[in-house]
Structure formats: structure tokens, C-alpha cells
């Protein structure tokens, strides 16, 4: 998956993945990460998510990362917030109160770019990704928040029906990913309304990473 699609993705409006009142299952269990207030919540390919509008309107603070910035610019135009926008190294950074968006490739986000940040929400990255590159990500994730705590959200679904993104993610699989850094535990498995792109049946899984204490 080559950053040239998702920029013609936008260019040309076909965003079909941007759920327009944001993900019901992010307002389900975003408490079981138990953040207080003021606490930095971390969204890799976020695009013009509304789950960063819940987010802030509950009093957390964003950071997030994103390939197109035709979605950062919609986004903060549908925040109604004119932000500063800034050069970091080979992204560029769209600040605003509470909210960074770094722009630019997800790799180039570095531990001290992104600062401190006290949990990851994973809705719109892992499944996102081909095979090849998820455990790539995967470390880069652990190793620039230092294995912050996650929510990550999944479909799993018969990947031989249907061509990718969004990518099935199989248990199996997530494990192999976060099992020697977090104890993963499921916490919801909904089947999604009318399957997987109108067609192929598939199941929405919501993941909670906390920190392994072995």
C-alpha cells in the first residue's frame, strides 16, 4: 500500500471509511483505558475522524498522524479552529489548544516529535496496512510511546472474499504483534450491519492493550 493511494483516495473524495457520526465502539470502552482529564490520546492515521471531537469535548488532548493533509485542513475547518501549521523535521504540524496533527508518512513521527502521550486509539492504521508492513508499524507504535496503553479497533473477516484496506486482522495475528509488551484482552465483537463493504460478512473486534506487569 503505497502513500499514492490514499492521496488519490482524497484527492478525489472517496472516503468511504469516514464514518460521519464516529465510531460508537470508541464511545463504548474509551473508559476502559481509564485516562483522567487532560490525558494525550494518540490516533495514527486519523484523518478528519469525528472521534477527535468527542475526544476533546470529553477534556482529553489529541496528537494525531495523517498521510493527506486535504483531511487535516477538512478537519480542523469542521473543528470551526484555525491552527498554526508548522515545520517538524519532514512533516508538517497543524497546532491548535489540546490538538497537534503531525502530516505526513507515519514513520517520520519520532519519539520526540510526538512527546509524551498516555494512550494510543488504533481505529483507522492497523487495518489499514498491508501484511507486510503491520509489524513494522506495530514496533513503531511501542517504540515512540513507549508501549503507551491501546484501543485498537479491528475487523476480522475472510480476507480471500474481499481485497483490502481495511485488512482483516486476525486475533492470531494482533498477538503475534503486542503479546510480549501488553496483555491483550477483547472486549466486543459486533457483527458489521450488512457486511464488509456491502457484500462480504465481517465482525468489528475492539482490543484493549494495557501494559504487561510480567
Same mark, same amino acid.
Given at each position: 500500500?503505497?502513500?499514492?493511494?490514499? $492521496?488519490?483516495?482524497?484527492?478525489?473524495?472517496?472516503?468511504?471509511? $469516514?464514518?460521519?457520526?464516529?465510531?460508537?465502539?470508541?464511545?463504548? $470502552?474509551?473508559?476502559? %483505558?481509564?485516562? /483522567?482529564?487532560?490525558?494525550?490520546?494518540f490516533i495514527p492515521l486519523c484523518g478528519k475522524t469525528k472521534d477527535i471531537a468527542w475526544l476533546l469535548i470529553n477534556k482529553y488532548r489529541v496528537v494525531g498522524a495523517e498521510l493527506s493533509e486535504i483531511a487535516v485542513k477538512a478537519l480542523f475547518e469542521?473543528?470551526?479552529?484555525?491552527?498554526?501549521?508548522?515545520?517538524?523535521? !519532514?512533516?508538517?504540524?497543524?497546532?491548535?489548544?489540546?490538538?497537534?496533527?503531525?502530516?505526513?508518512?507515519?514513520?517520520?513521527? /519520532?519519539?520526540?516529535?510526538?512527546?509524551?502521550?498516555?494512550?494510543?486509539?488504533?481505529?483507522?492504521?492497523?487495518?489499514?496496512?498491508?501484511?507486510?508492513?503491520?509489524?513494522?508499524?506495530?514496533?513503531?507504535?511501542?517504540?515512540?510511546?513507549?508501549?503507551?496503553?491501546?484501543?485498537?479497533?479491528?475487523?476480522?473477516?475472510?480476507? !480471500?472474499?474481499?481485497?483490502?484496506?481495511?485488512?482483516?486482522?486476525? !486475533?492470531?495475528?494482533?498477538?503475534?504483534?503486542?503479546?510480549?509488551?501488553?496483555?491483550?484482552?477483547? %472486549?466486543?465483537?459486533?457483527?458489521?450491519?450488512?457486511?464488509?463493504?456491502?457484500?462480504?460478512?465481517?465482525? !468489528?473486534?475492539?482490543?484493549?492493550?494495557?501494559?504487561?506487569?510480567?
Amino acid at each position: 500500500m503505497d502513500a499514492e493511494f490514499w $492521496h488519490e483516495r482524497w484527492d478525489a473524495n472517496e472516503i468511504g471509511f $469516514h464514518q460521519k457520526q464516529g465510531n460508537a465502539l470508541l464511545k463504548a $470502552h474509551f473508559s476502559k %483505558l481509564n485516562l /483522567s482529564a487532560g490525558s494525550r490520546v494518540f490516533i495514527p492515521l486519523c484523518g478528519k475522524t469525528k472521534d477527535i471531537a468527542w475526544l476533546l469535548i470529553n477534556k482529553y488532548r489529541v496528537v494525531g498522524a495523517e498521510l493527506s493533509e486535504i483531511a487535516v485542513k477538512a478537519l480542523f475547518e469542521e473543528l470551526g479552529v484555525v491552527p498554526d501549521v508548522l515545520v517538524a523535521g !519532514e512533516l508538517r504540524r497543524y497546532h491548535a489548544e489540546n490538538i497537534d496533527i503531525f502530516v505526513g508518512d507515519i514513520f517520520d513521527v /519520532s519519539a520526540e516529535l510526538l512527546g509524551s502521550v498516555d494512550a494510543i486509539y488504533d481505529r483507522a492504521a492497523l487495518v489499514a496496512l498491508p501484511l507486510d508492513m503491520r509489524a513494522k508499524y506495530s514496533r513503531h507504535m511501542m517504540d515512540i510511546t513507549l508501549s503507551a496503553p491501546q484501543l485498537i479497533i479491528c475487523f476480522e473477516y475472510q480476507q !480471500e472474499l474481499q481485497q483490502g484496506p481495511p485488512f482483516s486482522i486476525s !486475533e492470531v495475528e494482533l498477538r503475534d504483534h503486542y503479546d510480549k509488551s501488553y496483555t491483550v484482552q477483547c %472486549l466486543e465483537r459486533v457483527p458489521v450491519d450488512g457486511g464488509l463493504k456491502g457484500g462480504v460478512s465481517a465482525d !468489528e473486534v475492539v482490543w484493549l492493550l494495557a501494559r504487561s506487569t510480567a
